[in-house]
Nanobody, 119 residues
Framework: QVQLVQSGGGLVQPGGSLRLSCAAS????????IDWYRQAPGKQRELVAG???????YYVIAVKGRFTLSRDNVENTVYLQMNSLKPEDTAVYYC?????????????WGQGTQVTVSS
């Protein structure tokens, strides 16, 4: 069982930056997908950015050009660098990793990290 521990959230002014981290207790090299989601108050959880098994990244239009997802297979950690933050980026952010073993899918979730963008 892999556990994900998130860190790096907080309060930042509009235009500022934050870097979220998601440290896994096991190897992330075998993960099929690594994603970051967010959930704003009163809204559904939405996919923000992701990394596929082929190494390609994808971003929701609202964050494209501002957010960057990266991974460190040695440290078993993934990051979400968030620049030019806007008030509408305020949400709880979750990292998610998916592992496939033959036909069995396992989802792993971080505990969530609050990001607040406000002046």
């Amino acid at each position: 069982q892999v556990q994900l521990v998130q860190s790096g959230g907080g309060l930042v002014q509009p235009g500022g930056s934050l870097r979220l981290s998601c440290a896994a207790s096991g190897s992330i090299a075998s993960m099929s997908n690594i994603d970051w989601y967010r959930q704003a108050p009163g809204k559904q959880r939405e996919l923000v950015a992701g990394l596929s098994s082929d190494g390609s990244t994808y971003y929701v239009i609202a964050v494209k050009g501002r957010f960057t997802l990266s991974r460190d297979n040695v440290e078993n950690t993934v990051y979400l660098q968030m620049n030019s933050l806007k008030p509408e980026d305020t949400a709880v952010y979750y990292c998610n990793m998916v592992k496939w073993d033959e036909s069995t899918k396992t989802d792993y979730w971080g505990q969530g990290t609050q990001v607040t963008v406000s002046s």
